[in-house]
């Protein structure tokens, strides 16, 4: 049996203080329903007797191959029941995860496995990955039958366990580093505040390779004693199959997906209590249509890998306010800063920076990661409220909207351009399903604003252009217009935002205009 402990080695069983570790976790369900299912994929379907197992025999096939607490396990497999059991198994034996994910092209797999040095690679069909420490799947099965034991290890939950990789749309990507704890708390937080309890089945068909899915999946599920439907595939087809088959309560899209699911009525949506939407804006017009479609309003969400996973969601049900991104989880504080750091009125526009809630059950429980994982060790953040270099508000009732990415700005001339902003009001034109705005040089104003988007025939540059100055300044409309057939996406849904100017440079064609010129008018 795994023993735990905290730093200070005494037991707190107020929300979020206690000494549970991810393998404690599964106890509840174990002791009242062990046999109720605990995962669902597309090999299988696993019991919480049958994780603990698979678990405990993943613990034992990872410490036969060497692998120490503090050690890395880089992981890059399918969606399935394999990667479930990798990950529960490092865990227990203190061990440090790492997800490597399969869309990534073999230099980019390499990065990170550059920068978290793992003990073990899981490798899967779509790994490039084959040095030292390579273990492919079969391997990787033949080893859990084997069914080697771990010694007990003594788990510290404040001890290194995860290591997240942001999504890198303006960069390459920070390993951020969380504790156990840190895994724990969205879980128990989101399973509390929403009512959760066996009923629950969750579908999420994200990557399992992005920590922030394993904590909103597994982690979460087993909190609440529910099913965690692990979906295998991420096309509309395929999403609306699972969500039917498998009787889904709960599922967690892309608005892209949201947007290609609102354009299949005939999809049998029934069984979903709540519809999340996250990794990218959500556009008003797009939660209206999907509502009027499939009769759910979706709950929009905002995270971060630093936080983890979510720090604002809609409430339950249907409320909801126009460009927002939900009320902030009652573990957490949110709210504006100014450029010297100082704390903004509610309602006011700032960078938005996060810092333990100082009231309720939670009050002093939240902590951002760790640090960032550097040359092998923990780089600590800087004290006080954590940054997330995004900028939007909170106001007094909690409501947060962001407005964008603080390093995306385009500065124009002196004046800041939000690209979300602009992407906002140019999405919700009936014809454009995504858009990315984004910067090009210029001699006399440093910058101008460009937009690229995925559109129908019909749309031209002055019906758009005309839809943007209806609703914002002159100088935040932009100049230059194209299409594409497709945008550039990351595993999140994102719009890949690293070379994206190259991109357009080589594959967009200039967007046809209308009865008059969209240029000019702007200085």
Known sequence: MTRTRDASGVADRRPGRGTATIASVLDAALA??????????VSGIWSYRDLDEQARRAAGALWSLGVRPGDRVAACLPNDLDIVAAFHGTQRIGAVWAGVGEALSASEQQDLYDVCTPTVVLAGPRCH????????????RDLLAADHAAPDVDVDVDAPAGIAFTSGTSGRPK???HSQRNLLLPGEVLTATRGWGPELRKGDSFPLTILNLMVLSTLLTAQAGGCSVVMDRRDVGGVAEWISTRKVTVWNGAPAQLYDLARLPDADLRSLDEVWCGGSDTPDGLRREFADVHGRVPRVTYGLTEAPTVVSIDPVGDDWRPGSSGRVLPSIDVAAYDDDGRRLPPGELGELRLAPADAGPWAGVWTPLLGYWEDG???KPDAGPFPTGDIGTVDADGWLTV?????LVII?????????????IVAAHPGVAKVAVYPIPDDRLGQRVAAVVEAEDQVDTDTLDAVCRETLAAY???ERWSRVDALPLNAMGKVNRVGLH?????NAQPLPRGASAAEGGQS
């Open 403 to 407: 407005l964008d990415r603080k390093k």
């Open 476 to 478: 935040k409309v932009p």
């Open 377 to 379: 060790r923990v780089r």
């Open 32 to 41: 009242a329903r062990p046999d109720s299912p605990a995962v669902e994929a």
């Open 502 to 506: 190259d991109f357009v440079e080589s």
């Open 412 to 424: 124009r001339g002196g004046a800041n351009v939000y690209p979300l902003e602009v992407e906002r």
């Open 175 to 177: 390993a951020v580093v």
């Open 129 to 140: 990955l084959d040095g030292p420490g390579s273990v492919d799947i079969e391997r990787w």
